[in-house]
């Protein structure tokens, strides 16, 4: 969103937005003119004029050039990213002209976003937006081409300018510069326009089905859709951009125009969007007040996004939510809790859940900041935390009150608690220093963008992400296996703590044991132990396991031989080999034996074999053979794979003589 300098330079864009995403700019600004000079009336009239980009026309006018504007509110979580931000002197006859934009994460390479543009006052109200070059189609529209002229009407040709002092120093609407039209001047409550994005300019490597998708929910008088002509002396420009021009009049106007911009590869990623009812008190709200949108994602999860103007309010969503703030998003799954946020606010939950009181917003008094040129900046502030740690600020976002000149809006990197109430907030390397009092005379000191004693507002964040238990097992191991007790400890991220029950079981139990302590696991053997928690909503995680392996004895092993045998004890005969080894935590077979080794005139001393995990194993024998005898015939044994853990005689050497 852009809310910076206009004039000069810079364009009459005010809270505009641009949508960037596969790799492609899907909403371009119309860039350069043609001509930078006070001739080219296609630059005057058209490219920096407000009608040509993605913003609100007031009364057929063009902005008021501005310094900067005001934000309001700004959060930059994984799921939700939002933007807020007014500006109160584009359009003087306006009581509100303000911009509330979200964008909600669906997965990592999708997201959407969702608008919310409030201009109260003035009498026609035109929200204009456009897509990067490619195919149009609607849906919920039925547009009826105009044989003649331009948005500025039939009888208004192309370029011809009728409404303002025709030159550089033009003012007017620019409708004039928007062909081809066609209207629906009846519109359905909600529709949509879809791009199918060209790669212009071949920044691709690959050709790519993209697709831009505005839907409007509310009420407009009509819809028209019309080409705008970007510089044409630029190479590789499009011939036109296909804009989309949503339009209301009335006394005293009060729009809140409320969209769904979805950017989507190959199939769209929400499945449906509607609107939800909002109540206040029992009574459905008909005003621009409070606003939520419902959408149905193809993955089957349900965001509920919620806009109001009163976070001192209570409003009840689809008689299923309840909700107290700025801006809240609430997402199920299967009928389950999956995510909850809010900003500035203090709760989103569903009806009859308790919930924890939650301070939406600190307030204050500025009692110090950096008055030098600095790398590093603070603002030192006198204010009550509400239970709300410092740490919790980093990130945050405070908002001084000021003459309005510049904006007072700064990122908070961190906070220090100086006692009694003071606070140090960390704004880095952002002066606060507006100017010199005097250009001329340096030593007369800085102007700066905030005071002492103003007052402040820090809006926080509270978001309960989808619960996750995870497990930490402790103990003495050795390769992968325990060899004393084991403990589990079990803790659960993503809600709050008090709101949610654990449970697990051992080694396939029917019954689930309510989670207070680690879990002791003292018995030798393989343990699968499966956990799980629900929070207060209902949402209950997947189940999820773990092994652990647990060895506290030592292995039994020993050789035995068959076969004829003197009277001396020496065989004569073909010996059968068997090893025979035992370890009671697990076990496995198919071992075979390897070889064999001699001793002198015919004692085998060591037998050698792979186990099943092909491990080679080795066994001390004392078998007397004569010389005509053989040796190493099949052996069958149970060996553990881990003969080490505990001492035993599979473990032990031989020495050969």
């Known amino acids: 969103m852009h809310y910076g300098r206009t004039s000069s330079h810079g364009h009459a864009d005010t809270l505009e937005i641009g949508v960037h995403s596969f790799g492609l700019d899907l909403s371009p600004d119309l860039g350069y003119p043609e001509f930078a000079d006070t001739v080219d009336m296609h630059r005057a009239q058209w490219v920096v004029n407000t009608v040509s980009h993605n913003t609100v026309v007031v009364d057929k006018s063009k902005q008021n050039p501005q310094w900067v504007a005001q934000p309001k509110h700004f959060d930059d979580t994984d799921r939700v990213k939002l933007t807020d931000v007014e500006a109160p002197n584009v359009y003087p006859q306006t009581q509100q002209y303000k911009r509330t934009t979200a964008m909600i994460k669906i997965d990592d390479e999708n997201s959407y976003g969702i608008d919310f543009f409030r201009v109260k006052g003035g009498g026609d109200h035109v929200f204009s937006f456009h897509g990067a070059e490619g195919t149009v189609t609607t849906e919920g529209l039925t547009m009826v081409p105009q044989a003649t002229g331009t948005y500025a009407g039939p009888d208004v040709d192309y370029a011809e300018c009728v ?135 193809a993955n089957g999860r349900i965001d509920y996004i919620v806009y109001a103007q009163r976070t001192d309010v209570e409003y009840i969503i689809d008689d299923k939510l309840k909700f107290k703030g700025f801006i809240g998003v609430y997402s199920e799954k299967d009928g389950k809790t999956e995510y909850r946020y809010v ?38 502030v006198e204010m009550n935390m509400n239970g709300v740690s410092t740490d919790a600020l980093a990130g945050a976002s405070i908002y001084v009150a000021n003459d309005g000149v510049r904006n007072g809006a700064y990122r908070i990197r961190g906070a220090t608690d100086l006692g009694d109430n003071r606070y140090k907030l960390d704004i880095g390397d952002i002066t606060l220093i507006r100017g010199y009092k005097n250009p001329a005379n340096f030593a007369e000191g800085y102007r700066y963008d905030i005071e002492e004693n103003a007052s402040f507002r820090i809006p926080l964040t509270r ?72 929070d207060a909503s209902g949402y209950e995680e997947p189940i999820r396991s773990l092994t652990v392996r647990i060895d506290r004895d030592a292995p039994v092993s020993s050789v035995k031989a068959e076969g004829t045998k003197r009277t001396d004890g020496v065989y004569t005969s073909e010996v059968s080999l068997a090893v025979e080894a035992t370890d009671p935590p697990l076990g496995c077979r198919e071992n075979r034996v390897l070889a064999c080794t001699r001793r002198g005139a015919g004692r085998l001393e060591e037998v050698r074999w792979t186990d099943c995990f092909r491990q080679e194993r080795r066994l001390c024998a004392d078998v007397p053979l004569d010389g005509s005898s053989r040796s190493c015939g099949t052996a069958e044994a149970v060996l553990h794979p881990h003969r080490d853990t505990q001492q035993g005689s599979t473990g032990q050497a031989c020495s050969i003589r």
């Open 343 to 380: 900003h500035d606010g203090s709760y989103m939950a569903p009806i009859g859940n308790e919930v924890e009181p939650f301070a939406g917003a600190l307030t204050g008094t500025v009692i110090g900041f950096t008055k030098a040129l600095a790398f590093q900046n603070d603002i030192v």
């Open 163 to 297: 409404d303002s002092v025709c030159n550089y120093t033009y003012k007017g609407s620019g409708f004039h510069y928007l062909k081809d039209v066609s209207r629906d001047s009846n519109p359905a409550s909600q529709f949509s326009v879809d791009w199918n994005i060209a790669d212009t300019w071949k920044v691709l490597t690959q050709p790519a089905n993209i697709h831009l998708r505005l839907t409007m929910l509310g009420a407009v008088d009509d819809v028209a859709l019309a080409s705008g002509v970007p510089p044409q002396n630029k190479p590789g420009n499009p011939k036109a951009l296909s804009y989309v021009l949503a339009h209301r009049s009335g006394t005293n106007l009060d729009s809140l125009f409320t969209s769904v911009i979805e950017p989507y590869k190959d199939s769209r990623k929400i499945a449906s969007i509607e609107p939800a009812v909002v109540k206040r008190d029992g009574q459905a709200i008909d005003g621009n007040e409070a606003k939520a949108v419902k959408v149905t994602l």
């Open 463 to 534: 978001q309960i992400s989808p619960i996750t238990t995870t497990a930490q097992v402790s103990g003495e191991q050795q390769n992968g296996w325990f060899t004393g007790e084991a403990t589990v400890a079990l803790s659960v991220y993503g809600s709050d703590s008090g709101s949610v029950a654990t449970a697990y079981r051992l080694n396939e139990g029917t019954a689930w044991i309510p989670y207070t302590d680690p879990v002791a696991i003292g018995n030798s053997g393989m343990h699968e132990i499966q956990y799980r928690s629900t």
